[in-house]
């Protein structure tokens, strides 16, 4: 309804029969052209239709002009209506005629693209708009005064109102089909997108593939060249003199206590010689380490300095410069720790020529090519494993991107059919 001035008269619309959709079978590269080919018939459609909208309103048009012009010399007969209704009357009488005159003195531009189409719908809206905000304005005054052309307006701009309608709903149509052709250009081209993450992936598998076979060999060759180590007679004999010398262990941590409980007796007056010692520097740093440990000290070479230490300590204690509870005992300790110091040593050292007999036989076998094979078999089996976790996330992002591919086919399988009235199955290329 235009102006609220009666029930809108009924518009009638045509039924379409409804038809069983046609089944086709496309590959992908097929689907742009079908969507070219529906824009192309949706545009040509729409502009054919308007046209014959356009026809239809600018005939309205025309006859809107005449009982506009009929309204503005007309004789409404209004000489005996009071001068403040006639002034009203006379307002709506100019401001109706004008406007129509206005609005509608320019027939319509012909149709020929959608461009055409779309401008014609915003020029035809806006023009009857303006004449209905106008008629509306002035109803009052036109209905009481003007009874025929009020019918006539009314008529006529419910008919452009249909007209408008339909238009409207024309290009509504459209345009959302046209978004719907874009979604399905959106899908292609993530198709397209998601084909080529796969493509990418298969290629990176199959790098993987090779790599870990790679990695096998590698791996393989390896382990070969660590059990022909093993095998060899120079490995077992490694193996026999490193238990050898692992049961050697037990015995020097005997030897270390026994040598060093000797000094551990004369630890006070020692301790104490440390800080008001004259000797010289390397001396006073070998006293150092004496007190500290001992065994570490105790060679032959370091023997003269060792006696040197321990006679000055005495000296220190007899002449009270350290003292003492007991003088002649810390002296006599003293004194016996100095005359079995060369066993000492000797018992050390004799430990270590038995000690430096195995260290010597474990140079006859290439440790270092031993353990460089043993850390390339651990850097292999990790590389293997980084590989295989490499494989399996990779599995799942293609499994994921198949799964999306498929989705999008269905996807675009339905959206073609709402695009077209036609079901498409999508084969593969």
Same mark, same amino acid.
């Given at each position: 309804? @235009?102006?609220?001035?009666?029930?809108?008269?009924?518009?009638?619309?045509?039924?379409?029969?409804? *038809?069983?959709?046609?089944?086709?079978?496309?590959?992908?590269?097929?689907?742009?052209?079908?969507?070219?080919? $529906?824009?192309?018939?949706?545009?040509?459609?729409?502009?054919?239709?308007?046209?014959?909208?356009?026809?239809?309103?600018?005939?309205?048009?025309?006859?809107?002009?005449?009982?506009?012009?009929?309204?503005?010399?007309?004789?409404?007969?209004?000489?005996?209506?009071?001068? +403040?209704?006639? =002034?009203?009357?006379?307002?709506?009488?100019?401001?109706?005629?004008?406007? $129509? %005159?206005?609005?509608? %003195?320019?027939?319509?531009?012909?149709?020929?693209?959608?461009?055409?189409?779309?401008?014609?719908?915003?020029?035809?809206?806006?023009?009857?708009?303006? @004449?209905?905000?106008?008629?509306?304005?002035?109803?009052?005054?036109?209905?009481?005064?003007?009874?025929?052309?009020?019918?006539?307006?009314?008529?006529?701009?419910?008919?452009?109102?249909?007209?408008?309608?339909?238009?409207?709903?024309?290009?509504?149509?459209?345009?959302?089909?046209?978004?719907?052709?874009?979604?399905?250009?959106?899908?292609?081209?993530?198709?397209?997108?998601?084909?080529?993450?796969?493509?990418?992936?298969?290629?990176?598998?199959?790098?993987?593939?090779?790599?870990?076979?790679?990695? +096998?060999?590698?791996?393989?060759?390896? *382990?070969?060249?660590?059990?022909? =180590?093993?095998?060899?007679?120079?490995?077992?004999?490694?193996?026999?003199?490193?238990?050898?010398?692992?049961?050697? *262990?037990? %015995?020097?941590?005997?030897?270390?206590?026994?040598?060093?409980?000797?000094?551990?007796? =004369?630890?006070?007056?020692?301790?104490?010689?440390? +800080?008001?010692?004259?000797?010289?520097?390397?001396?006073?740093?070998?006293?150092?380490?004496? $007190?500290?440990?001992?065994?570490? @000290?105790?060679?032959?070479?370091?023997?003269?300095?060792?006696?040197?230490?321990?006679?000055?300590?005495?000296?220190?204690?007899?002449?009270?410069?350290?003292?003492?509870?007991?003088?002649?005992?810390?002296?006599? %300790?003293?004194?016996? @720790?100095?005359?079995?110091?060369?066993?000492?040593?000797?018992?050390?050292?004799?430990?270590?020529?038995?000690?430096?007999?195995?260290?010597?036989?474990?140079?006859?076998?290439?440790?270092?090519?031993?353990?460089?094979?043993?850390?390339?078999?651990?850097?292999?089996?990790?590389?293997?494993?980084?590989?295989?976790?490499?494989?399996?996330?990779?599995?799942?992002? $293609?499994?994921?991107?198949?799964?999306?591919?498929?989705?999008?086919? +269905?996807?675009?399988?339905?959206?073609?059919?709402?695009?077209?009235?036609?079901?498409?199955?999508?084969?593969?290329?």
């Amino acid at each position: 309804m @235009v102006f609220g001035w009666g029930k809108k008269k009924d518009i009638i619309e045509e039924k379409i029969e409804s *038809t069983e959709p046609i089944n086709s079978e496309i590959t992908l590269s097929e689907i742009p052209k079908i969507l070219a080919d $529906i824009e192309q018939l949706r545009a040509k459609t729409l502009v054919s239709e308007i046209k014959v909208f356009r026809n239809k309103i600018d005939n309205d048009r025309k006859n809107l002009l005449i009982i506009a012009n009929e309204l503005k010399n007309a004789d409404l007969k209004t000489g005996d209506i009071d001068n +403040h209704l006639k =002034i009203i009357l006379n307002r709506a009488v100019s401001e109706v005629s004008s406007t $129509i %005159q206005k609005e509608f %003195q320019t027939q319509f531009a012909e149709i020929n693209s959608l461009n055409g189409v779309f401008e014609f719908e915003k020029n035809a809206t806006k023009a009857i708009k303006k @004449v209905v905000d106008v008629l509306r304005k002035h109803k009052t005054g036109i209905a009481l005064f003007a009874k025929k052309y009020a019918r006539k307006f009314k008529d006529d701009l419910e008919t452009l109102d249909s007209y408008l309608q339909e238009i409207k709903n024309l290009t509504s149509n459209y345009k959302a089909n046209q978004e719907f052709l874009s979604i399905i250009n959106e899908n292609l081209e993530k198709l397209t997108l998601t084909r080529s993450k796969i493509t990418t992936q298969n290629k990176r598998s199959l790098e993987l593939d090779n790599s870990l076979e790679q990695e +096998h060999s590698k791996l393989d060759d390896l *382990t070969k060249t660590e059990s022909k =180590i093993k095998s060899s007679s120079e490995y077992n004999e490694y193996i026999e003199t490193m238990d050898k010398l692992d049961s050697l *262990t037990p %015995q020097e941590k005997k030897l270390r206590y026994n040598l060093d409980e000797y000094f551990v007796k =004369i630890s006070r007056p020692l301790n104490k010689y440390v +800080h008001i010692s004259s000797l010289d520097k390397p001396i006073k740093l070998l006293h150092e380490k004496l $007190i500290e440990s001992p065994y570490d @000290v105790l060679t032959e070479n370091n023997m003269p300095n060792i006696i040197t230490i321990l006679d000055s300590v005495k000296s220190a204690i007899s002449s009270g410069s350290i003292s003492v509870k007991d003088i002649e005992k810390s002296i006599e %300790q003293i004194s016996n @720790v100095k005359q079995i110091l060369p066993n000492l040593i000797n018992e050390k050292e004799n430990f270590f020529k038995n000690k430096s007999v195995y260290l010597e036989n474990l140079k006859k076998f290439d440790y270092d090519s031993f353990q460089s094979c043993k850390n390339a078999l651990e850097k292999s089996e990790k590389e293997i494993s980084s590989i295989k976790s490499k494989q399996d996330s990779l599995i799942k992002q $293609i499994e994921d991107n198949e799964k999306i591919m498929s989705d999008i086919y +269905h996807t675009l399988e339905i959206n073609l059919k709402s695009a077209s009235s036609i079901s498409y199955k999508i084969t593969p290329e």
